[in-house]
């Protein structure tokens, strides 16, 4: 059984998330999924999704593309909700102009995680160091983080691993052209790393152009147990352990 750190189960990005609720709810190999918001409206929801499904917790967050029209205070209302386990995703994205305002709402947020001693995910579009700047001029998570779907980079991830901040792998690292980031599977600590989908997002090689799904999480597992010369149940286990360290609201 295993977990995956990071899906998005909401009514804005899936036509039918009952669906994948269900498959998630049915899927002996799964334990849990963290379920992560894009803004107040999908906090919401993942909220109330975990509350009504044993398998699910949730994290809040206003990510940097949706920061239009979002209220922080009530951010802070359903952070404290009951299987919250983070905040997030929130960071950085160059994909759009709106800079100055995005760092606005990560600092912001970082200091919510940091009151309310939770963690936070951080979504980082080739920006892996304007958030590490962030970190160390402005404010730093005091109670873990995780670089969802880590860009390659190792200069960042030396400073991750300084830090005892995680990193966590999607379906990118099974894709044919991948190779920085196989690198950076073989050098992340054993004790460092997540695995995730990010579905409906970034399915892996064998079903590429087909919508992701938590379901999907063992060809990651696979490619990393392949790229670390161990076995599968070795990654399994030591994934569901560092997502338990991390997330210290969730279950064992």
């Known amino acids: 059984m295993t977990i995956d750190s990071h899906t998005h189960i909401n009514s804005k990005v899936l036509s039918n998330p ?59 209302n359903l952070a404290i909700k009951t299987k919250v386990v983070a905040i997030g995703e929130i960071g950085l994205d160059y994909s759009k102009p709106n800079y100055d305002e995005q760092k606005k709402y990560l600092i912001s947020q970082i200091i919510i995680a940091n009151e309310l001693h939770l963690p936070v995910i951080i979504h980082a579009n080739n920006t892996n160091k304007e958030v590490i ?58 004790d460092l790393f997540l695995v995730e989908t990010d579905s409906p997002y970034l399915s892996p090689e064998p079903i590429r152009y087909q919508d992701n799904s938590s379901t999907n999480l063992h060809y990651i597992i696979k490619k990393i147990s392949e790229i670390r010369n ?14 338990l360290r991390l997330f210290k609201k969730m279950k064992k």
């Open 133 to 190: 700047d962030v970190f160390k001029k402005v404010v730093k998570p005091l109670y873990g983080c995780v670089f969802h779907c880590f860009q390659p980079d190792l200069e960042s991830l030396k400073y991750l691993m300084d830090n005892n901040y995680y990193i966590s792998f999607t379906g990118r690292i099974t894709y044919l052209n991948a190779k920085k980031s196989l690198e950076i599977a073989r050098l992340v600590p054993s």
């Open 230 to 243: 161990t076995s599968y149940e070795e990654i399994q286990n030591q994934s569901t352990q560092n997502t």
């Open 18 to 76: 009952l669906l994948e609720i269900s498959k998630i709810n049915h899927c002996p190999s799964l334990s849990s999924v963290i379920n992560i918001g894009l803004d107040i409206e999908t906090s919401k929801e993942v909220t109330d999704i975990s509350i009504q499904n044993p398998k699910f917790y949730s994290s809040v967050g206003i990510h940097p593309l949706y920061t239009e029209n979002q209220n922080i205070d009530e951010l802070i």
